[in-house]
Each structure stands twice: as structure tokens, then as C-alpha cells.
């Protein structure tokens, strides 16, 4: 089954505590990308990633770093997470091109007291 | 910078009407624009897909529509069900540099 598959779905974690939210899509799709969902504010992107070792910044890219070493994983890695950083993150994956129909991840609530 | 616009925010009608969901954007340079549907607490599941060449997608009750040169997309639900009710997310594919831009989305609550 063609699926993007994020862990873990729910964190509580306290300031400063680094931690990392794995993504893994089996599609073999170029492109992936995290967002973050807030009331108000709709999804936004944080980074994405067009290939292996290709990364660029998204909307809202600010304490928050990426790594594509392979092809199917791109974790969200947060060095030191700040109450700020409590929200909906989600994960997707697509192919490149104009039929780029985007893949989604079940989310993963991320608590940061 | 591109804007997208999704009104209403939230909607309310009677099931088996039909309704219509509206997005803009401002930035007319997309590869695509994709609509998602978004149950609470869930992710985010494509419904339907509109290259920029193309002027429509149809999947069984939804039709999906662009307009390019007025930056509008809408999203045609026909005959309404109550397990439709979710929030209604449109989403521009940036071809100037790869991203993908969102609409706040609509919520939309089909009354039994």
C-alpha cells in the first residue's frame, strides 16, 4: 500500500529536549516536505526536499532542520523546541512534475510544555 | 508572494444540495492546484488534482475547476452527504520555486 508513514503521531516534550519526527514514503517519490498546521493559520511548509541531499527552506523554516540522506526518509529534526513549536506537523511526498499529487501522513501532535 | 484564499471559512447546509467551495491565489505562475479533504485529527487525503494546462478534474460527486487567469479555483460538491462533512483544503504547486502554498481551508458541516 502506497503510504507516508510518520512517527511518532503524538509527543509531549519539554523545552530544550532535542527531537527528531521520521517520515518514510514508499513511492519512491522525489519530492518530500514537512508542514505544520496551526488554528488560524492553515498549513505552511517548513522545508522541502526535491532529491537526496537536496534541501531548501520553506515558509516557516526557523528552529527546525531536515536531512535527505535517502531517497524515502526526511526527518524533522527540532534541536531545542520552544513552546512555539507546539502544533500539527505532517509530512508529504510527491513526484516532480505537474501531476504532482501530494501523499500525506496521518500527522504527528506535537506538545512542547 | 502567492496568497491563497479559500471563502467560506466554515459552511453549513441541509444534505443533497449541492454546494460550491472557492479558492484563489494570486500568483497565476502554478504547476497544479489540488484540493484535499481533512477529518479531524486526521491527515490530509487528495481528492482531486488540476494540472495548469487543464480547465477541470471530475471524481464521482466532486468537480473541481481553475481558472488560471482569474486565480480561482472552485470545488463543486453535488448532492450533498453528511460524510462529507470535513474542512476542504485547496493547495497551489509553485512552479517558480517548488512550493506548495495553502489555503486555510473551509469547513464544511452537511446538516441530516
Known amino acids: 500500500e502506497a503510504q507516508v508513514t510518520q512517527n511518532p503521531r503524538y509527543l509531549i516534550t519539554v523545552t530544550g529536549k532535542k527531537l527528531t519526527v521520521t517520515c518514510s514514503q514508499n513511492m519512491n517519490h522525489e519530492y518530500m516536505s514537512w508542514y505544520r498546521q496551526d488554528p488560524g493559520l492553515g498549513l505552511r511548509q517548513i522545508y522541502y526536499?526535491?532529491?537526496?541531499?537536496?534541501?531548501d527552506k520553506g515558509d516557516v523554516p526557523e528552529g527546525y532542520k531536515v536531512s535527505r540522506k535517502e531517497k524515502r526518509n526526511f526527518p524533522l529534526i527540532l534541536e531545542s523546541p520552544s513552546p512555539n513549536q507546539t502544533s500539527l506537523y505532517f509530512c508529504?511526498?510527491?513526484?516532480?512534475?505537474?501531476?504532482?499529487?501530494?501523499?500525506f501522513g496521518q500527522g504527528t501532535r506535537l506538545t512542547v510544555v | 508572494k502567492q496568497e491563497v484564499t479559500q471563502i467560506p471559512a466554515a459552511l453549513s447546509v441541509p444534505e443533497g444540495e449541492n454546494l460550491v467551495l472557492n479558492c484563489s491565489f494570486t500568483d497565476s505562475a502554478i504547476y497544479n492546484l489540488q484540493w484535499f479533504r481533512q477529518d479531524p485529527g486526521k491527515g490530509l487525503t487528495s481528492l482531486l488534482l488540476?494540472?495548469?494546462?487543464?480547465r477541470e478534474q471530475t471524481s464521482g460527486r466532486l468537480n473541481a475547476s481553475l481558472d488560471k487567469s482569474s486565480g480561482r479555483s472552485t470545488l463543486y460538491i453535488a448532492a450533498s452527504q453528511p460524510g462529507d462533512s470535513a474542512t476542504y483544503l485547496c493547495a497551489a504547486d509553485m512552479n517558480r520555486d517548488d512550493k506548495i502554498i495553502f489555503g486555510k481551508g473551509t469547513r464544511l458541516h452537511i446538516l441530516p
Open positions: 526536499s526535491m532529491n537526496v541531499e537536496v534541501t
Open positions: 508529504a511526498s510527491s513526484t516532480l512534475g505537474v501531476n504532482t499529487e501530494a501523499f
Open positions: 488540476i494540472q495548469s494546462s487543464q
